[in-house]
């Protein structure tokens, strides 16, 4: 069926997306969902036959000069200077958005086994707690959660003991985090002078950070800061109400929600069922292993639950679990990399492996999408002032948020985004020519290639056709997003 809305064609076919072509400002872009590049991620055979995981790093948050760019879940590539390729001289920079997922933490609670092995605790760093006026003399003190087990308590938790909180970003976590700070400083500032230097107060008008309602975020986003400011003062971190967030993503979205819901169903989704069965023999040695019960419908909907339990011990040296019969059958390394292998297949096929995984995540994302647009404009406005003044702004966020934007951008090589995963947006003015703007997307610190024609290497691609691809799916203004959303216009 065919509908007119606005300047905006779209076909729907069912259970899909839209498909056909979007005019917006007389720029014609495709709309539709084109599949991902065949590799070994994607492919159920080499996931269950193969060996390791693919080069990508698990145990260290460092990776060799010689190797950066490589996949690591424990620290992902980003923006720096040794690596960054600068835009061709006609260029200016004018606008940078950068959103990334959090860096590395503890795991959560919900991910633990019954009874862990051994403790995780977290006494070289504090989590601070309080609250200070702003317009008054006293002040607080920098009180900090630190947790411990009461000997009195009779109820002991199950799961993760130790004076971590499941989670929190570790203090390694919180080193990579004040790292990519410096990083993208070296970058912005060092190398490219866009940015303010950090001795001009005039850079605190012309940034913004915000981060979600999990606190993870928060610790990212001190440390971050100060790798990039050297500052202690006080500064803002933009959040949005928990019910109506955008950057989680977190505001209703029940037609997005039964669309993915469906991709991972047994019943409905047969290429699902097919993983599930396959990892039949793998589940049975863990489970063993963990004492996890087969009935566990949380470890046993997807692979998720034992691959974070598993690569946050790797990525801060613990060992591998061990339990069983007298505690001595063990995770081995062959086992760990059959779970990320399963990871991976699993992120492919809920973000990128089908029609439906567009629609999904341009509806459960669409709003951040339309205040990316948004800035995007702003920073075109005559005045340079569209966005308030802010030149550069930076969001903290997590695997979901990423996974839902690289579903968007329609990534030709789908990765679970490990902790840090970047994407940045790079709005440039073409100084001669009739001038125009373009835009340079960056993930991993490289141009991000997509499968769709009309985007495809996203290097120097008219900012009209990526603004003219997001309204056709999201509306300008998100104006299409709640229709979707609320199943009055079909996914």
């Known amino acids: 069926m065919l509908l007119q809305a606005g300047h905006v064609l779209l076909a729907f076919a069912a259970g899909g997306v839209a498909v056909s072509s979007h005019r917006g400002n007389g720029t014609a872009v495709d ?142 976590g919180m080193s990579d985090s004040w790292q990519h700070g410096e990083d993208l400083y070296a970058v912005y500032h060092n190398l490219l002078n866009f940015l303010p230097d950090r001795n001009n107060p005039s850079w605190r008008h012309k940034i913004a950070y ?63 069922a097919a993983h599930l069965d396959a990892a039949k023999p793998l589940y049975a040695e863990l489970d063993t292993i963990s004492g996890v019960p087969a009935s566990d419908a949380g470890f046993h909907a997807s692979l998720d639950h034992y691959y974070d ?61 339309a205040e990316l647009a948004a800035h995007l404009r702003g920073a075109m406005v005559p005045d340079g002032n569209g ?13 979901g948020s990423v996974s839902r934007l690289l579903s968007v951008l329609q990534l030709d090589e789908m990765v679970w985004p490990g902790m840090g995963s970047e994407v940045v947006f790079e709005l440039f003015r073409k100084r001669e020519g009739g001038g125009g703007y373009f835009v340079r997307v960056l993930f991993g610190g490289r141009v991000l290639t997509s499968s769709n024609p009309s985007l495809g290497v996203m290097d120097m691609l008219p900012v009209a056709t990526m603004l003219a691809y997001f309204d056709g799916l999201v509306g300008e203004g998100a104006k299409l997003v709640v229709e979707r959303c609320d199943g009055s216009v079909p996914l």
């Open 210 to 272: 915000r981060v979600t309602r999990n606190t993870i975020t928060s610790q990212v986003a001190g440390m971050l800061i100060h790798g990039m400011w050297r500052t202690t003062e006080r500064l803002p971190l933009l959040i949005q109400a928990d019910a109506v967030d955008s950057l989680e993503p977190k505001y209703s979205c029940p037609a997005a929600r039964d669309l993915s819901n469906k991709l991972t169903n047994r019943d409905a989704n047969p290429a699902w």
């Open 309 to 369: 339990n598993l690569s946050a011990r790797q990525c801060h040296q613990k060992p591998l679990p061990c339990g069983g019969d007298n505690n001595k059958t063990c995770v081995t390394q062959d086992l760990a990399d059959r779970v990320y292998r399963f990871g991976h297949w699993e992120y492919n096929h809920v973000y990128r492996g089908s029609r439906e995984t567009l629609a999904a995540s341009a509806a459960a994302y669409g709003v951040w999408i």
């Open 31 to 172: 709309l539709s969902w084109h599949p991902p590049k065949q590799t070994q991620l994607n492919n159920l055979t080499a996931v269950v036959n193969g060996d390791g995981v693919y080069g990508f790093i698990y145990n260290s948050s460092d990776t060799p000069d010689e190797r950066y760019g490589v996949y690591n879940w424990c620290n992902m590539p980003h923006v720096r200077k040794r690596e960054y390729v600068k835009a061709p001289r006609e260029y200016e920079l004018v606008f940078v958005e950068v959103i990334h997922r959090h860096h590395k933490r503890t795991p959560y609670s919900s991910n633990a086994f019954p009874v862990e092995p051994y403790q995780w605790n977290c006494d070289d760093q504090g989590l601070y707690y309080h609250g200070e006026p702003f317009d008054r003399t006293q002040r607080a003190t920098p009180a900090y959660w630190k947790g411990y087990t009461s000997e009195v308590n009779p109820f002991v938790p199950s799961g993760w003991i130790g004076t971590c909180q499941f989670p929190q970003i570790t203090a390694d």
């Open 387 to 399: 966005n308030g003044g802010v030149i550069y702004f930076h969001n903290i966020a997590h695997d």
